[in-house]
Protein backbone atom coordinates (compact mmCIF):
# COMPACT_ATOMS: atom_id res chain seq x y z
CA UNK A 1 0.00 0.00 0.00
CA UNK A 2 1.25 3.17 -1.07
CA UNK A 3 0.36 6.80 0.13
CA UNK A 4 -1.30 9.42 -2.12
CA UNK A 5 2.18 11.76 -2.28
CA UNK A 6 3.88 8.26 -3.29
CA UNK A 7 0.90 7.88 -5.76
CA UNK A 8 1.31 11.41 -7.16
CA UNK A 9 5.00 10.85 -7.77
CA UNK A 10 4.68 7.98 -9.57
CA UNK A 11 2.06 9.50 -11.80
CA UNK A 12 4.07 12.60 -12.26
CA UNK A 13 6.81 10.20 -13.50
CA UNK A 14 5.48 7.25 -15.06
CA UNK A 15 2.09 8.97 -17.13
CA UNK A 16 3.13 11.12 -20.20
CA UNK A 17 -0.75 12.44 -21.35
CA UNK A 18 -3.92 13.11 -19.67
CA UNK A 19 -6.40 12.53 -22.65
CA UNK A 20 -10.36 14.01 -21.18
CA UNK A 21 -12.57 12.82 -23.66
CA UNK A 22 -16.61 13.73 -24.17
CA UNK A 23 -19.05 11.71 -24.78
CA UNK A 24 -22.04 13.07 -26.87
CA UNK A 25 -24.74 10.79 -26.92
CA UNK A 26 -27.81 11.71 -29.60
CA UNK A 27 -29.31 7.98 -29.32
CA UNK A 28 -32.40 9.22 -27.59
CA UNK A 29 -33.19 11.12 -31.08
CA UNK A 30 -31.80 8.83 -33.66
CA UNK A 31 -28.93 9.43 -34.05
CA UNK A 32 -25.27 8.09 -32.65
CA UNK A 33 -22.75 8.61 -29.99
CA UNK A 34 -19.56 9.77 -30.75
CA UNK A 35 -16.70 10.92 -28.63
CA UNK A 36 -14.39 14.11 -28.85
CA UNK A 37 -10.92 15.07 -27.52
CA UNK A 38 -11.83 18.22 -25.20
CA UNK A 39 -8.67 18.52 -23.85
CA UNK A 40 -4.42 16.97 -23.56
CA UNK A 41 -2.19 17.77 -20.83
CA UNK A 42 1.20 16.74 -20.54
CA UNK A 43 2.44 15.74 -17.41
CA UNK A 44 5.93 17.40 -16.96
CA UNK A 45 7.53 14.92 -14.20
CA UNK A 46 7.35 17.88 -11.52
CA UNK A 47 5.58 18.30 -8.42
CA UNK A 48 4.07 21.14 -6.94
CA UNK A 49 2.63 21.08 -2.90
CA UNK A 50 2.78 17.31 -3.92
CA UNK A 51 0.74 17.04 -6.83
CA UNK A 52 1.61 16.65 -10.74
CA UNK A 53 2.63 19.49 -12.90
CA UNK A 54 0.38 19.94 -16.12
CA UNK A 55 0.99 21.93 -19.36
CA UNK A 56 -2.01 22.43 -21.55
CA UNK A 57 -0.69 21.18 -25.33
CA UNK A 58 -4.20 21.09 -26.98
CA UNK A 59 -8.30 22.42 -25.59
CA UNK A 60 -10.40 21.63 -28.53
CA UNK A 61 -12.34 24.91 -30.12
CA UNK A 62 -15.94 25.79 -28.54
CA UNK A 63 -18.21 28.40 -28.99
CA UNK A 64 -16.72 30.94 -26.49
CA UNK A 65 -12.59 30.40 -27.21
CA UNK A 66 -10.92 28.98 -29.91
CA UNK A 67 -8.75 25.84 -30.25
CA UNK A 68 -5.36 25.76 -28.30
CA UNK A 69 -2.10 23.87 -29.58
CA UNK A 70 0.97 24.72 -27.42
CA UNK A 71 2.99 21.36 -27.36
CA UNK A 72 5.82 21.59 -25.26
CA UNK A 73 9.66 21.72 -27.49
CA UNK A 74 11.08 19.39 -26.16
CA UNK A 75 8.04 16.82 -26.86
CA UNK A 76 7.78 18.00 -30.44
CA UNK A 77 11.95 16.67 -30.51
CA UNK A 78 10.91 13.58 -29.44
CA UNK A 79 8.05 13.23 -32.04
CA UNK A 80 9.09 14.24 -34.64
CA UNK A 81 11.21 11.57 -36.06
CA UNK A 82 7.55 9.87 -36.11
CA UNK A 83 6.11 12.30 -38.73
CA UNK A 84 6.17 10.77 -41.99
CA UNK A 85 8.73 12.58 -44.83
CA UNK A 86 6.57 13.99 -47.43
CA UNK A 87 8.09 13.86 -51.11
Do not use: K
Amino acid sequence: VMTIEEAYRQIAHNITFLVHVTLVDDTWRGGTRTRHITEIRQLTGALENGRPVTHLTYAAPTPTSPGVFHPDPALVAELSHYEPEVT
